[in-house]
């Protein structure tokens, strides 16, 4: 254990995107959990990641306008497809949505099985890279991320299912490339899990993911271990012990 690795400078910027992806994913996960599609997020999530892949299959650069384009394509098209499956076989649902995340993530492994730097480049997509994010890459974020939660919330009674999905597919483009695929499930459905029974589930959403965030950063550069899937674990952690404090608070009463 080394508080060597505690530097603001790394730290920082990466607790800030994290917040500012909670600030969107909280409230789309609290959706997801009501409409009953888990599995939603881990499925645009994958085929927005396997566009970067093709991208960089093609050689376009990495934060390129080309990447970003093929990453939100993918997304918007997925969307698309999932709405029209979701109209057209209801009943099945979860079962093809499922089927197409194991499409996805099989097609980005035969794409890049012919590259020698084929499992670093998927490793990144699934865990992320959160602790390479920079203060440039802060306002962007937040630029995204003020136009969902504007969407979302003015628009919210009105959305039907074709206009969440495309919400959603924006918000998980901009994400998986900042945090990887684990840790945009993660954010999106334990927050949500976590605050169920709360009078104020969208806050306690909030202080469950914040604090994860915030104690994953840490432990992660303390203990030189993987941020993101320390992240994942931390605000799973924060989750069950919100639970718990539910459970304690009930019998008090």
Known sequence: MSIEGLDFSILGPAFIVGLLVLA??????????????????????QIAGLGVIAAYRFGWEVHGWEVQL????????????????????PQFQEALIGATFV???????????????????LKDLLVGQILWITWEQVLPTALVTGLILLAL?????????????????LAITSSVQLIGV??????????ALGSIGYNKP??????????????????????????????????????????????IKRKIA
């Open 24 to 45: 969107s994913h909280v409230p789309l996960g609290q959706e997801v959990l009501k409409r009953g599609i888990i599995f939603i997020d881990l499925a645009i999530a």
């Open 182 to 191: 684990y840790l945009v499930f993660a954010s999106l459905i334990i927050p």
């Open 70 to 89: 093929a990453a939100l394509s993918s997304a918007l098209i997925a969307a698309v497809a999932l709405n029209s499956l979701e109209k057209h076989y």
């Open 202 to 247: 969208l806050l306690a959403a909030y202080l469950i993911g914040g604090s994860g965030y915030g104690l994953g950063l840490i432990l992660s550069a303390l203990l030189d271990l993987p941020s993101g899937a320390v992240i994942v674990w931390c605000i799973a952690i924060m989750a069950l012990l919100s639970t718990f404090a539910k459970g």
């Open 153 to 169: 919330f003015s628009c919210r009674q009105r959305l039907q299912h074709i206009g969440f999905y495309l919400i959603f597919a």
């Open 103 to 121: 499409l996805a993530a099989t097609a980005s492994i035969l794409i890049l099985a012919d590259n020698p730097h084929g499992g670093e480049s």
